[in-house]
């Protein structure tokens, strides 16, 4: 999978790419993950990428020039699945979306900022707009390292245990079970017994009750209980 991200701060961005699943992903040769800097597609002096809102009110707006140059200088290079735009507006990231973006061979993820980019770029160029949360974020570098990171670790060969992606939260539509490792005993506090006992067939209908209380429990939604 290669993802190329747009976007007004790359710095924000490289940290978390350099670390942990995704650098393994990366040194392994099974992700490409390209920052582009849209000041760099810029052709005025000052290299700006925002302007004033037509119609006035507070806050700068994504100037379309740079972002559609960048995009259309990828798009020349190789053929994207989808051209992604991360904004607060957005469809709300799931797990399945996570699931279905993960078997993708191209992605762009264009990084919002401001109050936003020029609807233009959003009518003309996104395929695909999307909200990590109900929340605002100062920009989209945030989102798009959520979103990469979590397309990532999907990726076959990329988590060393091949059974533990399967196994996270709403994989099975429910949260992940509690875990423990040693001590048995800490300060007095025991590792519930089933877990010692070699059980497996046990141990699994255990983890299964415990995701089912937990998720009634904190997201009576995922069990379609609202
Ligand atoms: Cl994708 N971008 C921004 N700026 N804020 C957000 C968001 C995205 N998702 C939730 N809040």
């Not at 942990?20 to 390209?34: F, N, P, Q, T």
């Not at 290299?47 to 119609?55: K, T």
């Not at 904190?218 to 069990?223: A, I, K, T, V, Y």
Request: glycine share 8%.
């Amino acid at each position: 999978m290669r993802i190329d991200i747009l976007t007004v701060l790359p710095e924000l961005l490289q940290s978390p790419l350099d670390h942990s699943i995704v650098k393994r992903a990366r040194d392994k040769g099974l992700a490409e993950i390209h920052l582009h800097n849209l000041r760099d597609y810029t052709d005025d002096t000052y290299r700006s990428v925002d302007d004033y809102a037509f119609g006035g009110g507070a806050g700068m707006v994504m100037k379309p020039e740079p972002i559609a140059r960048a995009i259309e200088k990828l798009q020349g290079e190789r053929n994207y699945d989808e051209v992604i735009y991360t904004t607060p507006d957005g469809i709300p990231y799931k797990q399945p979306m996570a699931n279905r973006l993960s078997t993708c061979q191209n992605l762009m993820i264009l990084c919002g900022h401001y109050k936003g980019v020029d609807q233009r770029i959003r009518d003309h160029f996104i395929t695909l707009e999307i909200s990590i949360g109900d929340y605002v974020l100062s920009g989209g570098e945030l989102a798009a390292v959520v979103i990469t990171d979590s397309l990532v670790r999907l990726l076959p060969g990329v988590i060393s245990d091949e059974t533990s992606a399967l196994t996270d939260s709403f994989q099975d539509g429910l949260l992940a079970p509690p875990v423990y490792t040693r001590p048995a005993d800490f300060r007095g506090w025991k590792v519930p017994e089933v877990l010692l006992s070699g059980h497996a067939a046990r141990i699994e209908e255990w983890r299964m009750q415990q995701a089912i209380k937990r998720t009634r429990e904190r997201r009576p939604g995922l069990l379609g209980k609202e």
